[in-house]
């Protein structure tokens, strides 16, 4: 079956930087697009990050400048570099598998199960 695992999480301080990464499997990786989301309690969940089939890439205002998504297809794995960290980018941060290039948490296919950012201030 399909399983999406993100890893990268942690505690960093504001302005510091993390990477994550989300490794998939069960899915022809190159055929879908790949994004990231995130969640603060109490908040709906975020689109932040998208890089579609195609190659092409798109980003939420939020993390615009600040935040890298990039793909490695032979290796099933999506990245996200996230630099110039803030105390409102804590949350819980998922990857998301799409066939269609599109933003809504409810084009997706698959998710995976999150991984935890805490940006101290």
């Known amino acids: 079956q399909v399983q999406l695992a993100e890893s990268g999480g942690g505690l960093v301080q504001a302005g510091g930087s993390l990477r994550l990464s989300c490794a998939a499997s069960g899915l022809t990786f190159r055929k879908y697009g790949m994004a990231w989301f995130r969640q603060a309690p109490g908040k709906e969940r975020e689109f932040l990050a998208a890089?579609?089939?195609?190659?092409?890439?798109a980003y939420g205002d939020s993390v615009k400048g600040r935040f890298t998504i990039s793909r490695d297809n032979p290796k099933n794995t999506l990245y996200l570099q996230m630099n110039s960290l803030k105390a409102e980018d804590t949350a819980v941060y998922y990857c998301g598998a799409t066939l269609n290039p599109y933003r809504e948490v409810g084009e997706y296919d698959y998710w995976g199960q999150g991984t935890q950012v805490t940006v101290s201030s």
């Open positions: 890089s579609w089939k195609d190659g092409s890439t």
